[in-house]
């Protein structure tokens, strides 16, 4: 691993999340790439517990939004409100300006609260009454939300789910964890007590040299290739967008920064496709992620991969 805070913050999560080493691993590349990260599964298998226990490990902002149907994009962003001593009006800051935004049930309210999310996740800044403000760095938006079959859900629209690097399921624990987490201190008493083991200016310089991981142009046109392969499949109606490129290339860099290489190899792209742009695709058939996923393996295995 690159940094030693970086094992150390790996620890830390696994210490809670149990038996999920591979969603912990992908969640921290998503940190690493700049990313933001969707999480999707049914209740009580610990998504929201995965989003807390990364803004407790590290010495960042947290907030938490808890999406309902009735709330407004306001109760998001903030709002601008009347001072009468000052004669004028003053922004009250929402949820949303903090390092990492825990998005609980995002699912859950209606499209045009969803949507005021779109800027700030693109773009780091949120724009109010003409005014323009900047979010603090680092950020990161962590969503979860509920099968899309369940009551009382509201599909993200597509340009919603572009804006997320990856897409992860954690599933149910082994019978092993699972065992654990019933005989063991709960999640909740164990996450009030935890201690930072990294700053937010330590995940600001690991950032920045995620930027400089290496990539040969051999591999760009191998991640490339990959890209247009979603454009032409036959069980594919729309294909990864450029936004999903750039999101596979940053992954892959994260995930070589994160396993202490500073240039990229083939595996960082083909591991890594199927969680960044299986989200991202819009099949013929109404079908499920899992669906998507395999034929994101299928398209990696006609793909000659580079030596």
Do not use: W
Not at 21 to 36: E, W
Not at 83 to 101: C, L, Q, R
């Amino acid at each position: 691993m690159a940094d030693n805070s970086l094992g150390l913050l790996q620890e830390r999560i696994d210490s809670v999340i149990k038996g999920k080493q591979s969603a912990v691993k992908m969640a921290l590349v998503t940190l690493l790439g700049r990313g933001h990260l969707l999480i999707e599964d049914v209740p009580g298998v610990g998504k929201t517990t995965l989003a807390f226990t990364l803004a407790k490990a590290t010495n960042c902002s947290f907030q938490r939004i808890q999406f309902t149907s009735d709330l407004l994009p306001t109760d998001i962003i903030g709002v601008s409100i009347y001072n009468p001593d000052a004669k004028s009006f003053e922004f009250k800051e929402g949820p949303i300006f903090a390092n990492i935004v825990l998005a609980d049930e995002i699912n859950r309210t209606s499209p045009k609260t969803q949507s005021a999310l779109l800027e700030a996740m693109n773009e780091r800044r949120v724009s109010v009454d003409r005014k323009t403000y900047t979010l603090p760095e680092p950020f990161m938006v962590i969503a979860t939300q509920n099968p899309t079959e369940y009551h009382g859900t509201f599909p993200l629209p597509e340009s919603q789910i572009d804006r997320f690097m990856m897409h992860l399921k954690l599933g149910y624990p082994e019978t092993g964890y699972e065992k654990q987490a019933l005989l063991g201190q709960s999640s909740l008493e164990f996450l009030e007590n935890m201690q930072p083991v990294i700053t937010g200016d330590e995940i600001l310089r690991m950032q920045e040299e995620v930027d400089y991981v290496k990539v040969d142009n051999s591999l760009l046109d191998y991640l490339l290739d990959v890209i247009t392969a979603t454009r032409k499949n036959g069980k594919i109606r729309l294909g990864a967008s450029t936004r999903g490129a750039q999101f596979l290339l940053k992954a892959a860099k994260a995930n070589a920064y994160y396993e202490g290489r500073d240039y990229i190899v083939p595996d960082d792209i083909r591991n890594l496709a199927p969680t960044v742009l299986a989200h991202r695709l819009i099949l013929k058939a109404r079908t499920s992620i899992a669906d998507a996923e395999e034929i994101m393996r299928e398209i990696l295995e006609r793909i000659p991969v580079p030596v």
